[in-house]
């Protein structure tokens, strides 16, 4: 039986045609837990459809962040561990995810089945997700000893994906890496493995506006996720912005319904 954020997710994308996700890491060493429910009360001001929380390097427990964010919003919480630390009982989900192209097992299955215990006890619902890095991959990439797909070659990533569909998982995930330049994942990319998977496809890294997020929806994603963007700009101008970037989205997803 689907869990009731897997259900809304795919509701949201039968009905809309794409989503956009907001990532917030509360690393007690770069932010304050005030200033990351601000951020996530903005997103979802602007239309963000959910909100996404971890990091490559958050430092602690984040219970307490986890708790007060989901609290905060009406939009559903969904955990993006980047190891053990990021479990948390207080969000509504977790992507359960293996980072396919690392060179350390301890990424792929190792922390998987360390925190798994965990998981269990707490009820939490999971969504089985394969994270694939892009170059440059930045920091998600040196923490998880990630090979980085080469941006020039789409076709590396899009056999994984498969594997990865016919593994289980339900969703795949191409990130370039926090704070990546030349606007995310290349759309050739996008393209090439979202027309050979009948999962969903996310993308994130590097979409620091409306036209890379609208491209990477056109190309065949079905979920964009926008994290070091937000943390620039929503605040500058109360969202305004982002309400923009998600209204492009919406649009560009509309025409695939």
């Not at 350390?104 to 925190?115: H, S, T």
């Not at 009948?198 to 979409?207: A, C, E, V």
Request: with cysteine; net charge negative.
């Amino acid at each position: 039986m689907a869990g009731k954020v897997w259900k809304y997710i795919t509701e949201k994308l039968e009905s809309e045609g794409a989503c956009h996700f907001t990532l917030l890491d509360p690393d007690p060493l770069s932010t304050t837990i005030e200033n990351v429910l601000e951020l996530g009360t903005l997103a979802e001001k602007a239309g963000s459809d959910a909100l996404m929380i971890g990091g490559s390097t958050i430092f602690g427990v984040i219970d307490d962040a986890v708790s007060k964010i989901t609290e905060a919003v009406d939009i559903p919480t969904i955990l993006f561990p980047g190891n053990i630390t990021g479990v948390s009982e207080h969000a509504d989900a977790m992507f359960f995810m293996s980072l396919l192209n690392s060179n350390n097992p301890y990424y792929i299955i190792g922390a998987q089945a360390l925190a798994a215990p965990q998981v269990k006890r707490t009820g939490i619902e999971t969504i089985a997700m394969a994270y694939l890095m892009v170059a440059p991959g930045k920091t998600a990439a040196w923490v998880g000893d990630a090979k980085p797909f080469l941006r020039d070659k789409p076709k590396l990533p899009a056999m994984y994906a498969i594997a990865a569909e016919l593994l289980g998982m339900k969703l795949v995930y191409l990130e370039a890496g926090s704070g990546a330049e030349g606007g995310g994942v290349p759309p050739e990319m996008i393209g090439t493995v979202s027309k050979v998977i009948d999962i969903p496809l996310i993308t994130g890294g590097g979409f620091n506006d409306e036209k890379s997020v609208v491209t990477a929806v056109e190309a065949g994603a079905s979920i964009v996720v926008q994290g070091t963007y937000i943390e620039k700009h929503v605040q500058k101008d109360g969202g305004e912005e982002l309400a923009k970037i998600v209204k492009g989205l919406k649009a560009a997803g509309a025409k695939r319904v």
